[in-house]
Structure formats: structure tokens, C-alpha cells
Nanobody, 124 residues
């Protein structure tokens, strides 16, 4: 089993920055892809960014390209999401996710493990 614990969410103003962290524990060696998703009230969970371990190939949703940066510190089993120039439409619960095998990176159902989520609220 793999456990994921997110932190770093909060309430900010438009244009501000936040950095989310996700600490990975348990069978960490079994994680192949790490990702961030988000879910706004009344909306489906959507892909934000992903990083396959050991591959220099980052993936981003079009809505966050140029503003968000995903990074992984595998030595410390931590995943990050640096969010700059936040907008009100970024308001959501942000989830860390892990897949144990190669999958379609943007597909919610492909991920095996999920964190409990951290709330990000951006006001205008």
C-alpha cells in the first residue's frame, strides 16, 4: 500500500502563489507516475499535472501551463506543485495521486492511490 498526504493549501488572492506538498509513504517503490488532480464544487475531478518517476517528461493541463510547476523529490518521497499567478478558477480541492504502472496520465481512473486532498481558495 501507498499512503499520500497533501499539505500547503489555503485561501489567497488572485495573483498570489502557493506550493502544495504530497508526502508519499509505504511501498513507495511501487509508484510509477505521480500526479495532481483537482475538483471544484459540482465538477468532476480533473487532471492538473503529472511526473513519471525517472523520466524527464512533465505533463500539464492547458489551463495551468506556464503558471504551475510539478516537481518530485524521490529521495525524500515528496511531490510538489508550485502554483503561481493563481486565478479564482483554480479554486478546488487538490489531490495527489499515484499510479503503480504506466497508464494514460490524464485519466482519473488509472491511478491506484489518492490523498485526502487540500483546499485551495482563490478570491478575486
Amino acid at each position: 500500500q501507498v499512503q499520500l498526504v497533501e499539505s500547503g493549501g489555503g485561501a489567497v488572492q488572485a495573483g498570489d502563489s502557493l506550493r502544495l506538498s504530497c508526502v508519499i509513504s509505504g511501498r513507495t517503490f511501487s509508484t510509477s507516475i505521480m500526479a495532481w488532480f483537482r475538483q471544484a464544487p459540482g465538477m468532476e475531478r480533473e487532471f492538473v499535472a503529472a511526473i513519471p518517476w525517472g523520466v524527464d517528461n512533465l505533463h500539464y493541463a492547458d489551463s495551468v501551463k506556464g503558471r504551475f510547476t510539478i516537481a518530485g523529490d524521490k529521495a525524500n518521497n515528496t511531490l510538489y506543485l508550485q502554483m503561481n499567478n493563481l486565478k479564482p478558477e483554480d479554486t478546488a480541492v487538490y489531490y495527489c495521486a499515484a499510479a503503480s504502472r504506466p497508464i494514460p496520465i490524464m485519466a482519473v481512473k488509472g491511478y491506484d492511490y489518492w490523498g485526502q486532498g487540500t483546499q485551495v481558495t482563490v478570491s478575486s
